[in-house]
């Protein structure tokens, strides 16, 4: 009995490694199956770089107003939503010592004037001419006389009665032109060191009169440009001190979006940069960058970016709180894949590109990534094929049936 139980395990086991050796036979000899998987085929693209910035719409030309000098506020005529014009009144300051020494300062300028003007005409010109000709008058008349004399007709005694008293009439006024010659000539020396010191004091005082214009011009609070109110810190009897902003003026149908910056993003923006502003419902508005702040913005207490806000239907309001988003570089048509067909190892980044229906290992150079597409910048061509799908589960030399192939867009 255990003689036949030992042949027939002694059967089974012959039997066994029989069927297992030709099992073996068979495997060696099959061709392994292709991996199924999904392909993509590679192409060019635009990825934008991006990043997205808060931020707020604000007044075009926005101005602040503030007093030039202190004062109590005497009357605000003036209020948020008010559409002014330069130069219209918005508020006065109690100062009532301001027009009293505008009307002093005037009444002393107009003293010193009228007493520069009878300077100027004190003494006049100097009678020389006149004097001269009285001079050659008397010399006639006396010439006159002797040759008469000579001839030995001499007239009546009413003729020579004449001729005396014009002789002594030329004579008197020769003797008060030459008085008044004299006294003019030394008025002339004199009067000019008076006139110049008279001249500066009337400059003085026109000076004064400007300061005082101005001190008087400083107690009424007027709009520098035309404008909309957009906020007001005045009142009637508050104090009111320079530099502190009663008024804010600025457009509401010129608006823009100040962009709120990091500092570290501040070296990667610059003006002209495409900017998309999303406020609201309202469908993103796109504009470029204006200008970019090089310092901290104190009213903002941040670094600023600016840009041009359409506005046509006058949606977008001072104060609204919104987001840009800003190209920081196009990265246009640039070769690119999906970034789930990149996988890496301690060598760094790859694909699995397929050949003959086979995976082969390619190594890439990368460039930008913005988590959806990777930039290629070295290592494929255009319409090349690489693994998409099933990536994951890929060997370098393993055979693959392509299932589809991913759409280039």
């Known amino acids: 009995m255990n003689q036949i139980f030992r042949t027939g395990c002694l059967s089974l086991s012959l039997t066994a490694l029989l069927l297992a050796g030709c099992g073996g036979d068979r495997q060696q000899g099959a061709q392994p199956e292709a991996t199924p998987v999904s392909a993509y085929r590679v192409t ?38 008010d559409r002014v014009q330069a130069g219209q009144l918005l508020a ?38 006149r004097v001269a000709e009285l001079q050659e008058q008397i010399r006639r008349r006396i010439r006159d006389l002797t040759e008469t004399a000579k001839t030995g007709k001499l007239p009546g005694q009413a003729e020579l009665v004449a001729s005396g008293q014009e002789l002594v009439r030329l004579q008197t006024e020769l003797a008060r032109l030459q008085t008044e010659s004299a006294v003019s000539e030394s008025l002339n020396q004199l009067r000019a060191p008076l006139l110049q010191g008279l001249q500066m004091q009337v400059e003085q005082a026109r000076q004064l009169v400007k300061a005082a214009e101005a001190q008087a011009a400083a107690a009424r609070i007027t709009a520098p440009i035309a404008g909309t109110v957009l906020a007001q810190n005045a009142a009637k009897g508050a104090p009111a001190l320079p ?29 002209g940069q495409a900017a998309a502003v999303q406020v609201g419902t309202q469908p993103a508005a796109q504009t470029k960058l204006a200008s970019v702040s090089p310092a901290v913005q104190p009213q903002a207490k941040s670094f600023t970016a600016r840009a041009a806000l359409p506005n046509p239907n006058g949606w977008f309001k001072p ?46 150079k990368p460039g930008y990534d913005n988590g959806t597409w990777v930039e290629v910048l070295s290592g494929l061509q255009q319409d090349e094929r690489i693994v998409y799908g099933g990536v994951e589960r890929m060997q370098p030399g393993m055979k693959v049936t392509v299932t589809e192939t991913e759409p280039a867009s």
């Open 44 to 81: 060019t693209r635009d990825i934008p770089e991006t990043i997205l910035l808060p931020g707020r719409v604000i007044a075009g030309s926005e101005v602040a107003v503030s007093a030039t000098v202190p004062g109590q506020l005497e009357a605000v005529s003036a209020k948020v939503g």
């Open 92 to 129: 006065t300051l109690n100062n009532p010592s301001a027009s009293s020494s505008l009307q002093e300062a005037k009444r002393n300028l107009q003293t010193l004037e009228g007493q520069l003007d009878q300077l100027r005409h004190l003494g006049g010109q100097s009678p020389a001419g």
């Open 319 to 364: 104060g609204m709180i919104g987001q840009a988003t800003i190209t920081l570089a196009a990265h246009k048509g640039v070769l690119s894949v999906p970034k789930a067909a990149v996988l890496r190892d301690a060598n760094g980044p790859f694909v699995m590109r397929i050949e003959n229906d086979q995976a082969r290992l390619v190594r890439i």
């Open 243 to 271: 530099g502190t902003p009663l008024f804010s003026i600025g457009s509401v149908e010129q608006v823009e979006f100040e962009v709120l910056l990091d500092p570290n993003v501040v070296p990667r923006l610059q003006a």
